[in-house]
């Protein structure tokens, strides 16, 4: 199997939004939902050394269910659209760019009040001690952080080319005005 090009998420960034980001963010859907469960995703939320609730009352089930399809749905949405882009619009880099650039801005202010919430959230002596942190609390915090940052380094244009602010723009536009 050949990989297509996509010029708008080149190299690690086509690694990152196309299929790790995706899984990273599907995955917690399936935890919440099937196994562990629901009170084991509740209990994860805030490290504690007692472990948390084992049993969740109809309300909180409910909450982290929906929570976990919000997982799910924006694991769905950047892998499916991203994929529709690259597919619709293979020799189109400029309309691959200005598609991707909406969805990673608006990831990246997602990114930002999640992070934000996420850390406000946590009970102070473990907002500052990020060592008794556990892989639930650096996923909401770390690696969100890790997602921003890249996000920004696409917006900024950082390790790709770009295309809607280059000659190639331009000369996409004398075309199409030709035509």
Known sequence: MTSKAFPALPGFYKLLFLHLEPISTISPAFLA??????????????PSIDGGSK????????????LANCYFLLGLISSLVF???RDALPHDPVAQEKIVRASLTALAIADVSHVGLSFYGLPSEVRANP???????????????????????????????????TNYAQAAKSKAKAK
Request: charged content about 10%; hydrophobic content about 50%.
């Open 33 to 46: 939902w099937v196994f562990p469960g629901a009170a084991w995703f509740h209990s994860e939320l805030i």
């Open 55 to 66: 049993v969740l009352d109809a309300r909180s089930t409910m909450a982290i269910w929906q």
């Open 83 to 85: 994929r529709a882009v």
């Open 131 to 165: 060592s008794s942190w556990n892989s639930m609390t650096h996923g909401n915090v770390t690696f969100t952080t890790f997602l921003f940052l890249v996000r920004v380094s696409w917006l900024l244009g950082i390790g790709r080319k770009t295309y809607s602010q």
